[in-house]
């Protein structure tokens, strides 16, 4: 007869492998009850963080307390000497030039609807007119305090010289002139923003297309808008027909300064008559190149591109008295007469000026 195995320490041990084998494993915890560190080991570990935090600290007060030593030449690379102070060393017309083309670079200017781009115009294509306006024509300009600092208003203005430079010297003056530096958004004909090149830069100076709508627009946005109501007809006319005006036209600049409320400023340019002064001109080659004319003058074409150079004339330019239009009724651009009587007066307000400041001047290359 079997006797029933005793409840032993070894039979115990058994026990626990016959369940290991039956895959019923016990977890045994690391720090189980009987297993604890000794008290004297836990505070021997608190000790040892304490002093190593303390060491740290110590040292960290020491690093702060010891004096900063500069190498050799270490100033001439220190962030304040490397700031933007360093630039205003630099020349105005350099830095420009420096920032013009970190903005093409990034992209980082602005082109408004009608294509007009600030920055390149006044980095680019101010400067060679300017000396133009200062150095080669001499521009004396009177009336500038008939041009607003802020605000539309319209400019008309004679044209002439064969090439439309008064246009671009009448441009420099407002904006040489006027407070802020305000820019003169001209409207200029078809074939202007047709021939390759020089309609893109046209469109990136402020020039648009010579119609009303482009035209109203502008001046309800605050802007100074030029007009040369004689056309091809002013600029192409014979030196035998110097300084006298020709036809205005309909009348469309008045209808858009009507519409506005904007005043009419007359303009006249002297000086601009001779620097191609036109004897003849060759039809059949206009027509071929698809131009209005082909200037014969006493340079071009015996010259070739050397009779292009325009003549060191002595310029005035002149801004007349403002022609109100905002007192006017609403609808009153609907009246003929009304439109027919201001342009009139506008046309006759500048062939006056042109006659009293030729009567003054004693030469044409001295003024």
Known sequence: MSRPRENTPENSHEGEAENVSGAEAQVIPLHGPGREKPDSAAQADRDLRESEEA???LNQERRADAPVV????????????????D???????????????????????????????????????????RALYEK??????????????????LLVSNHSGTLPLDALMTAVAVHDHVPGGRHLRGLGADLVFQVPLVGSFARKSGQTLACNADAERLLRK??????WPEGFKGIGKPFSSRYKLQRFGRGG????????????????VIGAEEIYP???????????????????????PLLGPLGAIPLPTKWSIEFGEPIRTDTYEADAVDDPMLVFTLT?????SIQQSLYKRLSRRKSVFKG
Do not use: C, H
């Not at 305090?145 to 605000?151: F, K, R, T, V, Y």
């Not at 036109?278 to 071009?300: E, H, N, Q, S």
């Not at 009139?344 to 006759?348: P, T, W, Y």
């Open 278 to 300: 036109k004897m003849g001109d060759i039809k059949l080659l206009a027509r071929v190149l698809g131009l209005p004319y082909f200037p014969v003058t006493p340079f071009f």
């Open 222 to 227: 605050g802007e100074l808008v030029g007009v």
């Open 253 to 268: 600049f008045v209808s858009a300064a009507l519409r506005t409320g904007v005043p009419i400023i007359p303009v006249s």
């Open 55 to 57: 060491q740290e600290q």
């Open 344 to 348: 009139d007066q506008v046309r006759e």
């Open 70 to 85: 500069e190498f050799p030449g270490a100033a001439r690379v220190s962030p304040a000497r490397t700031s933007p102070v």
């Open 136 to 153: 080669w024509f001499r521009v004396d300009t009177f009336g500038v305090e008939n041009l607003p600092a802020d605000g539309g208003a």
């Open 87 to 129: 630039a205003d060393l630099l020349p105005a017309s350099l830095r420009s030039a420096l920032g013009f083309l970190r903005d093409r670079l990034t992209g980082d200017y602005t082109v408004d609807e009608f294509g007009f781009d600030a920055e390149l115009t006044e980095t680019l294509l101010l400067p060679p007119l």
